[in-house]
């Protein structure tokens, strides 16, 4: 059956106080009980609709956390303060001293700083590989794995993993495969191709306004209540607890995610035809020479495109260095980290979002200082837009 995630979405129904036509925002930090009885059993397990305490649950993160889960077609979800805070719980939930991680290289650079640096400190030791190369998967896997770990499309290589080679490797070894779907919400469903848990930055695509961060882990209700339990739930007891104001802002948010996201692949689209046409050395997973395309094909979504991240080698640092301000002068975007948003957004990541990876480690990858990665907006007239870039590329000397 065809996934739909933008009709899940449109058929979710909460009313407010009074018949609003949003969800009131709870503006409390604990809840009063009127028994003895109930308080004690709450401690206990969870009932539904009764909230103890705004860290472990509120009625405005659960209204937001329900509609992710749709999102996902997750039985479960739960909201983080930040992307971080999802994917630090998440490790942290599935793994102890003594366990490892088997991760994609090519993740996020705090994800692989927080992989590297901080978790051999607690005893948890992570092998980077090559997500695509599944042999190299495979042979990293040791009887101590306990979590398979990659991003859908990667940050900022925009590879895309094969989710049902990976459950079937996590299936084999006793693992769970879990994956961060920040760069293609609603464009893919990593739920559906095998994953255990799908974790979101909502900084990003979903939020879409650049004003909050925010993160999610979407999964079955038995990881949600763990990531919750009042004794060792590490949402619950490291507290990254989003803020019911901003739980508000993102829900109204993702209403509108799935036009969002039409518009921001169809302007990464035309630009990336504009610039491959230029024999530009451009990265796009719509283009029949990007490694994944046929993969990337099987496992999208219908109406969604092939997202708004595209990566373009303007081959010397230097050339990066003068264009991205450039561009920006041009009113073409913003010379910015993150991505998502209404406004176009490009960085070069080798000097920024992915300096944690080591220099060798971006050899390997082919990250390098002169690959500049675009997020681009909701521009309504994109060939304006592209007009603006040309101008900017022509005075680089790079056309
Ligand atoms: N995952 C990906 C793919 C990201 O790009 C980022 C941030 O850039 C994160 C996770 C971390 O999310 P946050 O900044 O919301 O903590």
């Known amino acids: 059956m065809e996934n739909k995630p933008a009709n899940r979405i449109q058929d979710y129904l909460v009313f407010g106080e009074f018949g609003g036509v949003n969800p009131s925002i709870t503006d409390s930090s604990t809840f009063t009980f009127l028994t003895s009885e109930k308080m004690s059993e709450i ?21 937001l956390s329900d509609a992710l889960a749709l999102l996902e077609n997750t039985p479960d979800a739960h909201v983080f303060a930040s992307g971080m805070g999802a994917i630090s719980c998440t490790a942290l939930q599935i793994c102890s001293a003594g366990d490892e991680i088997v991760s994609s290289r090519t993740v996020y650079g705090g994800t692989f700083a927080l992989f590297k640096n901080i978790f051999p400190k607690l005893g948890i030791k992570c092998n980077f590989v090559d997500i695509i190369n599944l042999e190299e998967v495979e042979k990293a896997i040791t009887s101590k794995t ?131 046409a230029l024999g530009l050395d451009v990265i796009y997973p719509e283009h029949e020479n990007h490694p994944q395309h046929n993969l990337m094909k099987q496992m999208m979504n219908k109406g969604y495109g092939f997202s708004g991240m595209l990566t373009l080698d303007v081959k010397t640092d230097e050339i990066a260095t003068k264009l991205m301000p450039m561009m920006q002068d041009n009113l073409i975007g913003y010379f910015a980290v993150s991505l998502g948003f209404y406004k176009t957004l490009f960085s070069a990541p080798s000097h920024s979002t992915s300096s944690e990876i080591p220099d060798d480690m971006k050899d390997q990858i082919g990250m390098k200082g002169s690959l500049i990665r675009f997020s681009f907006g909701l521009d309504f007239d994109i060939e304006r837009t592209y007009e603006r870039i040309e101008y900017c590329l022509k005075n680089v000397g790079l056309i």
């Open 146 to 276: 306990k979590m398979i770990y990659c991003e859908t499309m990667s940050n900022p290589m925009l590879e895309v993993a094969n989710l049902p080679e990976l459950r079937k490797l996590a299936d084999k070894y006793n693992c769970k495969l879990v994956v961060d779907n920040t760069f293609t919400p609603m464009v893919i469903s990593p739920y559906h191709h095998g994953a255990h848990i799908v974790i979101h930055s909502l900084t990003k695509y979903i939020n879409g306004a650049s004003d909050t961060v925010g993160g999610c882990v979407c999964a079955d209700k038995e990881f949600i209540a763990s990531l919750k339990d009042v004794n060792s739930g590490y949402a619950m007891l490291l507290g990254p607890t989003m803020d019911s104001l901003r739980a508000a802002g993102i829900l109204k948010n993702l209403r509108t995610l799935h036009i969002r996201m039409a518009q921001h692949s169809k302007n990464a689209s035309y630009i990336a035809n504009k610039l491959k």
């Open 43 to 63: 401690f206990e397990h969870e009932i539904e609709g009764c909230y103890l305490y705004s860290r472990h649950m509120n009625p405005m993160n659960q209204f």
